[in-house]
């Protein structure tokens, strides 16, 4: 078990661009989190799954993101048109049942939009 | 709606200093969870303490120690002596989870530093 796994850790993008975050849960975990973290700010939930299933939709999550987890193991959060509001840590948790045991977070991938 | 709020917004202390971070919650159920997470300067957010609603007791871990007062709706986090190491933002945070909104609801945060 090697926690859970962002890539990339860092991403410049030019604004307009399209970019796309992959994230590795906890392989037992049935649950995964998207979240975003402005600076000065505490995490704000995006999205999240359980298995495959996408249960739940933040009003953050605007047309432009959207979020996939294929197979019920690994996750990918793409941004469309990036804009430079998007710039900010987006961290992936994942967890175990609805005890929420475990609920671990990622190192997550900092994105700027230039 | 849920809310966390951490109102020490910046602390400073002297190494083996005690220090108390806040955190008050509000919220409808009666069946949440309640985290603490700290967030060292290279950004990962780690894991220290989930506690569920129903189990009131306080709890030590090493220099750590949570203080849990429903009738307050507080969930306060003591550092005793604490070290630079211990130099980080704690978050507090809270989920409805037995009600099936599992999002994490996080306060803003308390910068702690500690000065050898």
């Known amino acids: 078990d090697t926690g859970v796994s962002q890539n990339p850790r860092h991403k410049i993008t030019k604004r307009g661009q399209n970019v796309t975050f992959r994230c590795d849960p906890i392989s037992e975990h049935n649950r995964l989190y998207w979240y975003r973290q402005t600076l000065g700010q505490g995490p704000e939930f995006l999205t999240y799954f359980q298995n495959e299933a996408q249960l739940e939709k933040s009003r953050l999550l605007s047309d432009r993101f959207s979020a996939e987890r294929p197979k019920g193991s690994f996750s990918t959060l793409e941004i469309q048109r990036t804009e430079q509001g998007d710039s900010a840590m987006y961290l992936c948790a994942s967890s175990l049942g609805r005890e929420l045991v475990g609920y671990t977070f990622g190192s997550g991938t900092r994105l700027t939009v230039v | 709606a849920q809310k966390v709020t951490q109102a020490q917004t910046e602390i400073s202390v002297v190494e083996k200093e005690d220090v108390t971070l806040d955190c008050v919650y509000e919220?409808?159920?009666?069946?949440?969870?309640l985290f603490w997470y700290k967030q060292p300067p290279s950004g990962e957010l780690v894991f220290l303490i989930r506690?569920?609603?129903?189990?009131?007791q306080n709890e030590i871990s090493g220099r750590y120690s949570w203080n849990f007062q429903k009738s307050t709706s507080s969930f306060n986090f003591t550092i005793t002596a604490s070290q630079v190491v211990d130099s980080a933002v704690y978050f507090c945070a809270l989920s409805e989870a037995l009600s099936g909104n599992t999002p994490l609801v996080f306060g803003k945060g308390t910068r702690l530093s500690v000065i050898a």
């Open positions: 919220t409808r159920d009666t069946t949440y969870y």
């Open positions: 506690r569920n609603s129903f189990d009131e």
